[in-house]
């Protein structure tokens, strides 16, 4: 089993889409062992996106993001990572199919309305950055063999 962090931006709080987002991840098996709305800092969403630092939509996506709480998880199962990517969909808007979280529901590249992790490392440093260890609950799902 992998585990894979999930973040919904403050566009899916404002338009009341959260349940559905989140049920599209529970739908295709995945478990919730982590969630919290919360509102994040500055200096953490800096930490979150450093790796966008001078690119020229930086300063946008750090005001994007600090507009309102966000909702951050942390998703569990079998090639956790590449299913929520596929179920996400490509970041560029006119890449995203329907069916997509993004293809279905974001209105502007920029005003992406969710992150996910492409990578274990950067999994394990979006967990670390959002969540306790004490925070993440891990548990057995008894139906774990239909899916």
């Not at 991840?25 to 994040?40: I, N, P, Q, Y």
């Not at 808007?93 to 274990?120: F, K, M, Q, W």
């Not at 394990?124 to 969540?131: D, P």
Request: proline share 5%.
């Amino acid at each position: 089993m992998e585990t894979t962090f999930v973040m919904l931006k403050p566009g899916v709080l404002q338009r009341r889409i959260a349940g559905e987002v989140l049920n599209r991840f529970e739908k295709k098996g995945l478990k919730v062992v982590a969630l919290k709305l919360t509102r994040m800092s500055l200096e953490m969403v800096e930490a979150h996106y450093a790796e966008h630092k001078g690119r020229d939509f930086y300063n946008k996506l750090l005001e994007y993001t600090l507009s309102g709480p966000v909702i951050a998880m942390i998703l569990e199962g079998e090639d956790a990572i590449a299913v929520v990517r596929r179920i996400v969909g490509p970041t560029n808007l006119l890449e995203a199919p329907a069916g997509t979280i993004r293809g279905d529901y974001a209105a502007r590249t920029r005003l992406n309305i969710v992150h996910a992790s492409d990578s274990p490392a950067s999994a394990a440093r979006e967990t670390a950055l959002f969540f306790r260890p004490d925070e993440i609950c891990p548990w057995k799902d008894g139906n774990a063999e239909w899916f």
